[in-house]
């Protein structure tokens, strides 16, 4: 992930918004396209191809990440030290000699791994896709790769392959999977990139002489290698390639190599992180949720569920499930994609905090999922919230400070109104359609709700209670 990470106070403004606020949210999806060295599919496509390439995706809203690796083993704290950044990032944080942190390998048996498990947790949290990091910065792979010997089946006493076990599930299960893989930051083999940190070498990022080397040696004899067997080796799978921190490493030139790989790929699906100046498909908000969206672009917002990625055995700070439900919610409201965090530990369990609020947003969606999948971005043109005058948000632009009354959703003739705060009444100044009926999603008689309209203004009225303490869902049929 990003090399900084720090708790972002989401960003919520419905998609209809007027440009001001998309101005102040700095979104870089409009950004000119250049020619490319090779053409991308992207660049080839046209609407209607890649609406269909795109639809399994844009109707999921929902999918899992998950952060695994050697990382899980020191969970946080070196050598008596903790790091007060992310788990997966400590053996750059802590600057670990290449030696030392290849020395985990050999105690990585994550014998709890199941991947029966966790695809069914997916499944039970109502995710329909998984992404899976098969190569983080450190440079150890979770998969049976003979490109490179430092990986899950040849360096540790598992010797199993992960991410074949997650493709024969997914299958089983019904689930799509995706494939993490980190083409430009290797800690571990000579040439790799690394961030510039700290007393690290101001050019290279590297500190240890083990590190030193050849990038182009890098690229053409592991990272693309490497991305060749993960998309030949699995089947249908990946569904979804998703790349990170390119740095300035990854040229034009560089990135187009691996495109050639991506396009042999044609349904292929991967995001703005590759470098070279290719989009991608999906743009990839980080920790946060933009205020507008990004209209006319595929988008989704990755997000932990405590504060790291990969596994910290002291982070503790789990968010409430209502503020996960309240962030799918929302970012379906924008049209977006919620990818959330998963951080298994070291024997492959995922945590219990973790298990329960995916089990418990599950059980919301087996009721209102309605409402999420499938859906479209708001018709309302109600602002959500307002930014600040003094502090600062995403990227240094004015923070954005959401109120939490309603979102919407759209699909067909349907308006969903998700609400958060239950008053007797629901109340638009301006409906944009012609309301024919309303009723509560949740109550599965569907009794007809009172209504009026006069003119673009609506009224439904509402029951005394709310039939869910975190979000009930009313249904608007219209005549379009």
């Known amino acids: 992930m990003k090399l900084l990470h720090r708790s972002i106070a989401t960003g919520l403004i419905l998609a209809s918004a007027s440009l001001s606020y998309a101005q102040?949210?700095?979104?870089?999806?409009d950004a000119t396209p250049t020619n490319h060295p090779v053409p991308a599919i992207q660049d080839t496509e046209t609407p209607a191809q890649r609406?269909?390439?795109?639809?399994?995706?844009?109707?999921?809203?929902?999918?899992?990440f998950i952060h695994w690796g050697l990382y899980s083993i020191p969970a946080g704290e070196w050598h008596g030290k903790r790091t007060d950044h992310i788990g997966e990032w400590i053996m750059n944080d802590l600057s670990i000699p290449v030696a030392d942190y290849k020395a985990f390998a050999p105690q990585f048996n994550p014998t709890g791994f199941s991947a029966h498990d966790i695809v069914a947790l997916a499944k039970a949290a109502g995710m329909k896709y998984i992404v899976i990091t098969a190569k983080h910065h450190d440079g150890f792979a979770m998969f049976d790769s003979k490109v490179d010997p430092f990986n899950?089946?040849?360096a540790t006493p598992f010797k199993r392959d992960p991410l074949k076990e997650l493709a024969?599930?997914?299958r089983k299960q019904?689930?799509?999977?995706?494939?993490?893989?980190s083409q430009a930051q290797d800690w571990t083999a000579p040439g790799g990139?690394?961030?510039?940190r700290g007393d690290h070498n101001k050019e290279t990022g590297h500190w240890d002489k083990a590190q030193d080397g050849s990038f182009d040696d890098y690229l053409h004899k592991k990272s693309i290698p490497q991305i060749k067997e993960l998309l030949t080796n699995y089947k249908d799978y990946p569904v979804v390639v998703w790349f990170d921190t390119p740095t300035k490493m990854m040229t034009p030139e560089r990135s187009a190599e691996i495109v050639k790989l991506l396009n042999q790929h044609p349904n292929l699906i991967w995001n703005n992180r590759l470098g070279g100046t290719y989009k991608g498909d999906t743009e990839t908000p980080e920790q946060y949720i933009p205020a507008q969206g990004y209209?006319?672009?595929?988008?989704?917002?990755?997000?932990?569920?405590?504060?790291?990625?990969?596994?910290?055995?002291?982070?503790?700070?789990?968010?409430?499930?209502?503020?996960?439900?309240?962030n799918l919610i929302d970012i379906a409201s924008k049209g977006g994609n919620y990818l959330l965090n998963i951080g298994p530990d070291s024997k492959g369990i995922v945590p219990q905090p973790e298990v329960e609020r995916l089990q418990q947003v599950g059980q919301w969606l087996k009721v209102n999922g309605e409402a999420i999948y499938g859906t479209s971005a708001t018709l309302f043109d109600v602002p959500t919230g307002t930014f600040s005058a003094t502090e600062k948000g995403h990227s240094g632009q004015p923070k954005f400070i959401p109120t939490w009354n309603w979102r919407s959703t759209t699909k067909g003739n349907k308006v969903y109104v998700e609400i958060f705060e239950w008053q007797n009444t629901f109340?638009?100044?301006?409906m944009p359609r012609k309301v024919a009926s309303a009723y509560l999603l949740a109550d599965s008689a569907h009794k007809p709700l009172k209504f009026t309209q006069n003119g673009t203004a609506l009224d439904v009225q509402l029951p005394a209670k709310a039939l869910d303490p975190i979000a009930t869902v009313l249904v608007l049929n219209t005549t379009k």
Do not use: Q
């Open 152 to 154: 899950i089946v040849a």
């Open 295 to 326: 209209p006319g672009r595929d988008w989704e917002s990755c997000m932990t569920m405590n504060d790291t990625w990969g596994y910290k055995s002291f982070d503790t700070n789990f968010k409430p499930t209502d503020t996960l439900l309240r």
């Open 174 to 181: 019904g689930i799509k999977l995706g494939f993490y893989y």
């Open 168 to 170: 024969e599930e997914c």
């Open 193 to 196: 990139a690394a961030a510039v």
């Open 24 to 29: 102040l949210e700095g979104s870089k999806a």
């Open 427 to 430: 109340h638009v100044d301006k």
């Open 51 to 64: 609406n269909a390439r795109m639809a399994w995706w844009r109707d999921a809203r929902f999918g899992m």
